[in-house]
């Protein structure tokens, strides 16, 4: 059940509007690391989850508070827009303080299509899409996903603070910054303990059979580049972080394999092949004569 509650969780207040900084604000709402994918993801592995308990929980909890992220952010880009001009044409379209602000950068759907408010749209006007969503179900791919979400998000937000002036927009950039940082730390804390835990462990997924792998290969770092300082890293030797292996280097793969033919489809896909057109032709109809898939 979900009940609204007419109060942000902090302020959100612009010390001025700012028509273009609106357009650029619309990245962390509407982008694919915006809050509304990261309050998404949050609610569809909270309804998929498979256990009662302190990891539903969480998700349960973080998921609210990222609508409250933008419900925040969205209050704050309308507020940016209060003040955008009409754009009532002239002669003089230089005058016009709505063409300036179009080559300036101001998304002229804030105004046409909106009305002088948020959409759910990055700063490019992309439509927000469910395919930035990660919800697999199995919780340490998706607190791992998670912690990067909160990155990307902490780095977009951060990138924006000191793209402006204006206090009042620095200031809830300064919060959700912060809360960025939370929840960095709560997601590795907890994907860290679900491996304590034993429900989940590296590799994912844990309870795959190791065996079924070709062992060969499942710790060998394959080197396709002519540079090689990678084999310096700790990915390339000494143990390896699921504590079931021992990292190795070589360079370049020590196998290979002739490529197959070229495939040739159904012919009613008119693909060229090397057949004669005439021959093509003439194999598509006799399949449709005879109803062959």
Not at 188 to 216: C, G, M
Request: charge should be negative; hydrophobic fraction near 35%.
């Amino acid at each position: 059940m979900f009940f609204h509650k007419q109060e942000l969780q902090f302020k959100a207040v612009p010390d001025k509007p700012d028509a273009i900084y609106a357009r650029k604000l619309q990245e962390v709402l509407g982008g694919q690391y915006g809050e509304i994918t990261i309050a998404m993801q949050y609610g569809f592995q909270a309804w998929n989850s498979h256990i009662p308990g302190k990891y539903r929980d969480l998700l349960y909890g973080i998921a609210a508070e990222e609508m409250g992220h933008v419900e925040m952010l969205a209050i704050m880009i309308a507020q940016l827009l209060e003040k955008a001009p009409v754009g009532i044409t002239s002669d003089g379209l230089q005058n016009d303080p709505a063409v300036a602000a179009v080559v300036g950068g101001m998304d002229v759907q804030h105004a046409i299509v909106a009305g002088a408010g948020a959409r759910a749209v990055d700063s490019n006007g992309n439509p927000w899409q469910g395919s930035y969503i990660t919800a697999s179900g199995n919780m340490l791919a998706d607190f791992t996903a998670n912690a990067n979400g909160e990155m990307q998000g902490r780095l977009q937000a951060a990138r924006l603070y000191h793209m402006t002036d204006d206090k009042g927009v620095r200031d809830l950039l300064s919060f959700l910054i912060a809360r960025d940082t939370m929840h960095q730390n709560q997601w590795i804390a907890a994907a860290r303990e679900l491996q304590e835990e034993k429900l989940e462990e590296l590799p994912v997924p844990s309870n795959f059979p190791q065996h079924k792998e070709n062992t060969k290969v499942d710790y060998e770092y394959l080197n396709f580049s002519d540079g090689k300082l990678a084999a310096e890293g700790s990915w390339a030797k000494g143990p390896t972080p699921d504590g079931k292996g021992e990292f190795s280097y070589r360079d370049g793969p020590d196998t290979t394999v002739p490529m197959p033919p070229p495939t040739h489809p159904d012919p009613r896909f008119y693909g060229t092949t090397e057949k004669p057109n005439l021959l093509e032709k003439a194999s598509g109809t006799i399949k449709d004569t005879f109803n062959k898939g």
